[in-house]
């Protein structure tokens, strides 16, 4: 029921969302609920959901037992049926809570063959899937869920990622030893980097200056200028390195060594 008071920690979903921040307690335990109740109060807020499930059980339960009027939090619940519209009502400030999650399949889209590796843009509006089986790069428009374009990349494509800015694409083609550039407006292949031996996992730093790519057969990791689209340095790892990760502030880059235990 809602006898009890919880404290709830919660953390802004956005700049905007920070804006229109203030500390509170709720009787309602639900995080999503909370989060409303913490906000100002001077203002109406909109929660919107994508899909029928627990994310929002707990905002019905308020509203319909008047928890958000009861407490001067004026609310109303909006059902959007595409998870990126949310994301972009929210993004655009239409919105002051959402819940884009629907922990269930809700398209399968037919690709390449052999998909392996998915990214998706900042933007949340485009996918992009490597097919290892045809050489090529599925994107998706994730407003529809339809192949938007199929890119031809080089040979077993497998780790792919997107710059900071969206306007790039960044592929690690295992057999060809090199990573394809893609333009993300055109959808093209903008250049060719030869990296080491079997490129496998890929990443590009948060100020979108730096790509990195682990080099599996070599034991090595690339470091790609995104200026010039050229390999910039080398350094050795551990054996058989896979996945690759950079911190926020691109001052360390994680590497996994699948054959080496670290």
Do not use: C
Request: aromatic share 6%; hydrophobic share 45%; charged share 10%.
């Amino acid at each position: 029921g809602l006898r009890r008071r919880v404290i709830v920690p919660l953390k802004p979903l956005s700049p905007w969302l920070s804006a229109h921040w203030v500390g509170a307690i709720t009787p309602v335990p639900n995080a999503i609920a909370a989060f409303m109740l913490y906000q100002r109060r001077d203002i109406k807020r909109f929660f919107a959901y994508s899909s029928i499930g627990s994310m929002a059980t707990g905002v019905w339960i308020a509203k319909e037992s008047g928890a958000f009027d009861r407490y001067g939090v004026p609310t109303d619940i909006i059902f959007i049926s595409s998870g990126p519209v949310v994301v972009q009502a929210l993004i655009g400030g239409d919105l002051q809570v959402g819940s884009a999650a629907t922990n269930a399949v809700v398209s399968t889209v037919a690709v390449g063959d052999r998909p392996v590796g998915v990214a998706v843009s900042p933007d949340g509006r485009r996918v992009y899937i490597t097919n290892s089986g045809s050489d090529s790069v599925s994107v998706l428009d994730a407003t529809n869920n339809t192949v938007a374009a199929t890119v031809p990349v080089g040979d077993s494509p497998l780790g792919v990622a997107v710059h900071p800015n969206g306007t790039r694409v960044y592929v690690a083609n295992q057999l060809s030893g090199t990573v394809s550039v893609i333009d993300a407006v055109t959808n093209t292949q903008l250049a060719t980097v030869l990296v080491g031996s079997r490129p496998s996992g890929i990443t590009v730093n948060a100020a979108g200056t730096q790509v990195y790519v682990t080099n599996r057969f070599s034991w090595t990791l690339s470091v790609i200028d995104t200026a010039t689209n050229a390999e910039v340095d080398r350094f050795n790892v551990g054996s058989n390195p896979l996945g690759v990760a950079v911190n926020t502030a691109g001052t360390h880059v994680y590497v996994v060594n699948s054959g080496g235990k670290s």
